[in-house]
Structure formats: C-alpha cells, structure tokens
C-alpha cells in the first residue's frame, strides 16, 4: 500500500522569504505525486502534478516541486513567499493511472506566512 | 477546467434525521467519484469508491448502512448520512475522475448535527 509522510505540521516563513514544505513517499510502483491547498472551510485546489518527465515541476500560483526518486520525495518550493500563502498543504500519491486507482494523502502541512 | 460541484456547502441537521449531499461533475462525465471525510486540520479520509450504475466500495471501517452512496448517473453521485449525530458532524469532499483519468474535487460540504 502507498504512503504520504509530511513531517512537519507547520512551516513559518516570512514575506518574501523561499519556501519548503517537506513529503516523502512510499509506493511500489511507479510514483504519480500531487501538491493540493486547501483555503479554510474550502475543497481542495490542484497545485502541481509529477507523472514523468522533467524532475523539477512547475504549478501553480509560483510554487514548484522537486521529484527526487532515490530520497522518495517531493518537497514542494516556492521563491518567494506571499502572505496569501498561508493555507493547508497536502501531498498526494497515486498508485497508478488506471480506473482502480487511488489517492492517498498525507496529513497536511499548515503554511504561515508573516508580513 | 473541469469542475466539482457540492451542494449543499453548509447543512444544519437534527440528530437522528438524514441528510443528503450531492456532487456533480459540471462538465465532463465521471464512472468514478471519491468521497472523503475531514475533520478539522486533519487529512481526507477516504470514505468509499462510487461508481456509475454498481454499488460503492467502502473503506474499512466506514458504516455502509450509515453513509449511503448511491451514483446514479455518469455526472451525479449522492451521499446520504443515515440517523445523523453529532459525531457526524465533519466537512464532506468528493472527486471525480474523468475519462482520461485525471481527478478533480469538489468544494465540500459542511455538516453539523444538533
């Protein structure tokens, strides 16, 4: 069975400072890797997607994500962040593309920025 | 892009009644839709599988008799909370994917029960 880790269950940065917010993964297959945020009392919006390809990934809204294979992780970054920012994260795992398959998510990592 | 429709956004129910929660795809048809359960700052949990014309596949541990699916139409899938309390209570998601696999959610739904 797949599995999301995010470690950390809240990042502070500053306006204007680079942004990491930390997932690693666990999947038997061939990964397929999400970034969602979710707004208060929102759904989910779609950040960025890693199905193949380029490594580094780019979203929405500035932010971009790494997919590194042999430390199975996918942190996600951001340059510069803006206090509009500040939401929930979350990290998803698909195991696979087919009509069967599932996401899994991890427990969400809460961003706040600062003015 | 394609869009998830939940409705209602928020439902105030009296504990031992049911409510109804609906999510639709607006704009592309969906043999599969997800619905998820939140609790607050807390991960989606998956609740159960519902596809088009065949009954849901629950997670383990989920109340078949208490969280009714039914997916009734390729762009229409129901969750009905049977005998709601107030641990019921708790923010209400689902997705849809489409034919080219591709999954998108809703807005959600939240349900407090008094």
């Known amino acids: 069975a797949q599995s999301v880790a995010q470690p950390e269950d809240q990042v502070n940065v500053a306006e204007g400072n680079p942004l990491t917010v930390k997932c690693t993964y666990s999947?038997?297959?061939?990964?397929?890797l999400f970034w969602y945020v979710q707004y208060p009392n929102r759904g989910l919006q779609f950040l960025l997607k890693y199905i193949t390809g380029d490594n580094l990934v780019k979203g929405s809204y500035g932010f971009e994500a790494e997919f590194n294979k042999s430390q199975t992780s996918f942190h996600l970054k951001k340059p510069s962040a803006l206090v509009s920012d500040s939401a929930l994260y979350f990290c998803a795992v698909r195991d696979g593309w087919g009509a069967n398959s599932k996401l899994t998510f991890g427990k969400g990592i809460t961003l706040s920025v600062r003015p | 892009g394609a869009v998830v429709s939940q409705h209602p956004s928020w439902v105030i129910c009296k504990s031992g009644t049911s409510v109804k929660i609906e999510c639709r795809s607006l704009d592309f048809q969906a043999t599969t839709m997800f619905w998820y359960r939140q609790f607050p700052k807390q991960s989606l949990m998956l609740m159960a599988t519902s596809n088009e014309g065949s009954k849901a596949t629950y997670e383990q541990g989920v109340e078949k008799d208490k969280f009714l699916i039914n997916h009734a139409s390729l762009t229409l899938s129901t969750l009905t909370v049977t005998s709601a309390h107030p641990e019921d209570s708790s923010f209400y998601i689902c997705s849809a994917r489409d034919a080219g696999n591709t999954i998108y959610f809703g807005e959600g739904s939240w349900l407090t029960v008094v």
């Open positions: 999947v038997s297959g061939n990964p397929y």
